[in-house]
């Protein structure tokens, strides 16, 4: 960890002449509580859900590159990732502006899968789906489909065609997370977002499909889909977004499909007042203990306040309620878990 550390800061200090580098500190305070059925202990904790260090600058008026860190996960290199990079970093990559209608960027980047949900900061995520983080009341979901947290980061490359400046489309290949270095598994995608109304609604599509990271017969599939609309003094927006795994040697499959609604109120000089609801169901076929296929069902609803005190500065407080609630095994209550997060978030450029 202290390497890292070090070169990071070699990397900023060389650097620190040009572009723009960025500090992003979440910190909070998390209670969770669970009822009996979920079998889970109670949690209480002071932790920081986010600390980045992000650079981006300029080689040229055609080359453009980003490297993003983060000091709140261990840095050691990444296990069964497809690559040999460090938990910590999270982008590294160049992006080469060959025309005014095609880029092509190449290192460590997003998947463009997850739609308005996936590209939200993590550091602005209360209530996140289960297609987002496979978990609920009751622990880790028992599919073998890719989470989109496990799509955040990837090794490989995107080329995108700018359409009109309001809309672009993207064919992204990386290697699939969880394959081993030297693993041809692969995942190829495409992706188109929009802009429509002056900007006023903003659209996200992809579609993705790629081989199991263990068996190249064994099939990913992903979909999503979403916009964000402002109008009036509102803020709304809606995703769906789905992952499957079709296991080839029972031709079983495993699934989970989200659906999140967000509406926040703008019209406030220091207030952003927020609700949010997400349902989920997780379809499992091939799970080697036959009492966990089935489907289980989610329902989470939250409520986010936020408080910037400072109307020019990238500052604020924030407390947020959650509820979610699973449908087990037919025969037994269902599982639910009551989460309360109070804490501050600072973005502020170091360069300025």
């Known amino acids: 960890m202290k390497k890292f550390l070090f070169a990071t800061a070699l990397t900023v200090a060389s650097v620190a002449q040009a572009g723009s580098l960025n500090l992003d500190l979440r910190a909070d305070h998390d209670s969770v509580t669970y009822n009996d059925e979920a079998g889970q202990d109670s949690t209480n904790k002071y ?138 598994a692969s995942v190829t995608g495409l992706s188109w977002k929009g802009a429509f109304l002056d900007k006023a609604l903003k659209t996200h599509v992809s579609y993705h499909m790629g081989n199991g990271a263990t068996n190249s017969a064994d099939k990913h599939e992903l979909m999503s889909a979403g916009f964000v609309w402002s109008f009036s003094d509102f803020a709304a927006g809606v995703d769906f977004v789905n992952s499957s795994f079709k296991e080839d040697a029972s031709s079983e499959k495993d699934s989970v499909t989200s659906y999140i609604a967000k509406i926040a109120y703008t019209g406030l000089e220091h207030w952003t007042p927020r609700l949010e609801i997400i349902s989920s169901e997780e379809k499992v076929e091939t799970n080697a203990t036959a009492a966990n296929n089935g489907t289980n069902k989610y329902m989470g609803y939250g409520a986010v306040l936020e408080y910037k005190p400072f109307t020019e500065t990238n500052f604020r407080y924030h407390v947020a309620y959650n509820y979610t609630n699973q449908e087990v095994a037919a025969g037994t209550a269902d599982a639910n878990a009551q989460q309360i997060i109070v804490g501050a978030r600072l973005y502020a450029d170091f360069l300025k």
């Open 47 to 184: 932790y920081f859900k986010t600390i980045r260090l992000n650079y981006e600058g300029k080689v040229n008026e055609e080359l453009s590159f980003r490297l993003r860190a983060a000091y709140n996960k261990a840095g050691t290199a990444t296990a069964g990732a497809g690559d040999n990079s460090q938990t910590a970093l999270e982008f590294a990559y160049l992006t080469h502006k060959m025309s005014d209608l095609f880029s092509l960027t190449v290192g460590k980047i997003g998947s463009d899968h997850g739609a308005i949900e996936s590209t939200t900061s993590g550091a602005d995520l209360y209530l996140t789906s289960q297609a987002y983080t496979k978990t609920g009341p009751t622990g880790g979901l028992l599919g073998q489909y890719l989470s989109t947290s496990n799509l955040l980061y990837v090794l490989g490359a995107k080329g995108t065609f700018t359409v009109t400046p309001d809309h672009n489309i993207s064919i992204i290949a990386f290697k699939v997370p969880g394959s081993t270095a030297d693993s041809e």
